[in-house]
């Protein structure tokens, strides 16, 4: 559940950060299964970022009963989901950014929505939250954020080198505009932000991992109206936030809906 002041936080700057949205025990349990559960590194999908580095994610779409989809179904989450977008939300996907040491890539500008647009969502009615597993810090590759650029509406996003971003030159005039925060965080701290907020990352060249959970929520009114690789609206299956400690080790089955 998210305070008036924090709703409001995130609707002037397009983003919120809530320390300890899970406590030691939750963020410590998060971290055994990102690194433990077998589907995690057995479907993570390389991404090279074309300057040097290459970075790893695991993307579902689905929720099952695995302890990593109870950080995207409990009630403190999807309650929050609700919230931001005035809807009920419902889950798009879920993602493991594994940044490893020295060689985890970088994250050129873009908003989420420059891809969801093509998922015919109309609406730029989507956020996502991403939950800090290792500390996240400058030297590890934080996500950097372009405060308020969610105002810009959608950017056009374009092939830049090996990846597609946000038009460069767009990114540019709105640097000049729109203050560049690093987004230093502890395990456990989560941080909301609107599917056109700007946001990038730097390469990992510290010898520490800089892995994170993201879960992305969409709106029921806002559920594609064509081709899409994401779901449909689908209720989801909502927890008590006491469900994370009470599944435990329980790894995601065989039937979740990986993507490749
Ligand atoms: O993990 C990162 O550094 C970047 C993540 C990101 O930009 C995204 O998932 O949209």
């Avoid at 329980?250 to 990986?258: E, I, M, R």
């Amino acid at each position: 559940m998210l305070t008036a002041s924090q709703l409001a936080q995130f609707n002037e700057d397009g983003y919120v950060i809530v320390k300890q949205l899970f406590d030691e025990e939750e963020a410590e349990l998060l971290k055994t299964a990102a690194r433990q559960d077998p589907s995690i590194a057995g479907k993570a999908m390389e991404r090279e970022d074309g300057e040097g580095g290459k970075s790893k994610i695991t993307l579902w779409n689905d929720e099952d009963d695995g302890l990593l989809s109870m950080y995207s179904r409990c009630e403190r989450m999807a309650t929050s989901a609700d919230q931001i977008l005035g809807d009920e939300a419902y889950h798009w996907h879920s993602k493991m950014m594994q940044k490893e040491p020295f060689v985890g890539g970088a994250w050129i500008w873009h908003q989420d929505y420059g891809y969801w647009y093509n998922d015919t969502c109309l609406f730029p009615q989507l956020v996502s939250c991403f939950i800090a597993i290792d500390p996240s810090t400058k030297e590890n590759g934080c996500l950097q954020v372009l405060k308020g650029s969610h105002h810009l509406g959608r950017i056009e996003h374009i092939r830049v080198g090996q990846q597609t971003g946000a038009d460069p030159e767009r990114c540019k005039e709105a640097e000049k505009h729109c203050p560049l925060e690093y987004v230093t965080m502890e395990p456990g701290d989560a941080l909301w932000f609107h599917s056109n907020l700007l946001h990038r990352s730097d390469q990992n060249t510290s010898p520490n991992p800089r892995w994170a959970l993201i879960c992305c929520y969409n709106a029921k009114r806002n559920s594609p109206y064509g081709k899409s690789s994401h779901p449909r609206y689908t209720p989801m299956k909502r927890v008590p936030d006491t469900a994370i400690k009470e599944t435990g080790l329980k790894w995601l089955g065989a039937t979740t809906d990986f993507l490749k």
